[in-house]
Structures are given as structure tokens and as C-alpha cells.
């Protein structure tokens, strides 16, 4: 046989053999390589799709005995995890020059110490709230004082200057100072104590001048006054001092400069034992 005529048959033969291989490849008569998973089967030959099963969005062999191993994997990264943070705990104990229970030792006492702390807080409120009414029950205490103090100064104030008016204008004391008391007030100005004359309203009264009435003004409108006339000695009467009830003929007298000389307390004394101001 020439060689052309022999290039020819190899030719064909090897068509042939070719065409055929792919024929029983994709009939599944002749093994070739599996894939494990694909995306379609169309890609698998047709005798061999029915071992495949559907997992999610692919096709995979449905192999006996198969696990997946992304559940592994994530397994022994845990694990890979935990061993890098224990070696991390322990370099960092050994650098503290510390054992693990020493470490947990020292996080409970430090625990215990906020505890007793916030125990020790509670006892704290009790004994400030003690203190504190204690500080509140003194200072009740001073307010008191003081009031009693001011009490006192203001019935010594206007006790003083009442009897003192009303001596000088020639009157009872005795009968005329409630009223003046009760015409009265004690008023703080600029840290000091003054007798003022005052209305039914409590308001400081003034004279036509436009300065504060006086409590000599008081008296003198209290002696010309029908109610209080006649506790005032007659304007004509000679050194008796105030009326008395009964006009003893032997009153006591003191003349206007040793009666002035007197302090708040011995002019009123003065004057409810009957004595009389002579000028």
C-alpha cells in the first residue's frame, strides 16, 4: 500500500477512535474524571447525574459517609483561637509575676473591698442625716435665742422711751405706756435698733415735715386726746408729777437732768412708784 493511501487510513482510524471515546465518555461507559460539585448538570454525562444531589445553588456527589467540613473548620479555628489567647494569658500572668490563682485571688479581695465599701456609704447617709438634724436642731436653737434676745431689746427699747415721753409730758406711766406700747414698733436700720411710731397698718407714721413722728409727738397727741387727758397732770398743777389716784401730798420728785441720767429700767421704776419730774 503507498504511504499516502497509508496517512490516510491512520488519519481515519484515529477519527474514529476519537468520536468513539467521546461517545462512551458521555454515556458513562468508561471512567473519566468526576468533579465533586458543579453548577448545572449539564456538564455531568447523563448516566452519571444520578449521582448527584442538590446542596443550596450547586450539585454535588452524594457520597455515603460525607460530612462537610466547614463545620470542622470552624471548629479548629476555635480551638486555634483559644489556644493563642491562653498562651497570651499566660505570658501576660508571667509578666505579672502572678499564678492564675493568685491573679483570682487578688480580683475577689478587690471585689470584697467594694462591697464593704458600699456598706460603709449606707452607715454614712445615717451618720450624716444624725448630723444634720443635730446641726438643724442647734441652729433651731440660736434662731430662738436670738428671738428672745430681740424680745427682750425691744421691750427695753420701748419701755425706756415711753416712760421716758411720758414722764416728760407729766403722765401716768403706769396707765399710759400699754397704749404707747401698742402704737409702736422696734424697726432695724442699717444694724441698729429704733422706736418708730406706727399706724393701725404696721407703717411708720410721719409729721407734716415728712420726718418720722417722734414717740414725744406720740405722747403729745395722747395728751390732748379726750381718753388719755386725764391721765396727764393739769397744765396749772405744781410738781406733783403725774396724777396719782388718791394725790398723795407727799410724792416724790426728781429733777428733769437726774431723771435722764436714769438707764430704760430705773425710769420706769421712777415713774410706777409715783415720782415726779420737776424741770
Known sequence: ??????????????????????????SGLIAAAVPFAVDKLDAIPEAQRVLYKQVGDKYQLDLEGYEDPAGLKSALDKERKAARDAVAMTKAWKDLGKTPEEITALLEAQAQA????????????????????????????????????????????????????????????????????????????????????????????????????????????????????AAFAAPNASGGGARQSGGSAGAKTITRADFDALDGAAKFSAIKAGTAVID
Open 1 to 26: 500500500m503507498p504511504t499516502t493511501a497509508k496517512s490516510a487510513a491512520r488519519a481515519l482510524l484515529r477519527a474514529a477512535h476519537s468520536r468513539l471515546f467521546d461517545y462512551m465518555a458521555r
Open 114 to 229: 467594694e462591697r464593704d465599701k458600699l456598706t460603709k456609704a449606707g452607715e454614712w447617709d445615717k451618720l450624716r442625716k444624725q448630723m444634720d438634724d443635730q446641726h438643724q436642731a442647734a441652729l433651731e436653737t440660736e434662731r430662738q435665742g436670738k428671738a428672745a434676745l430681740r424680745a427682750q431689746l425691744e421691750r427695753h427699747l420701748v419701755d425706756a422711751a415711753g416712760v421716758a415721753a411720758i414722764a416728760s409730758a407729766k403722765g401716768n406711766a403706769e396707765l399710759l405706756l400699754p397704749h404707747v406700747k401698742s402704737r409702736v414698733k422696734v424697726i432695724e436700720d442699717n444694724g441698729e435698733f429704733t422706736v418708730r411710731v406706727v399706724d393701725a397698718a404696721g407703717n411708720p407714721r410721719v409729721n407734716a415735715k415728712g420726718e418720722f413722728l417722734s414717740m414725744t409727738d406720740l405722747v403729745g397727741e395722747m395728751r390732748s386726746h379726750d381718753t388719755f387727758a
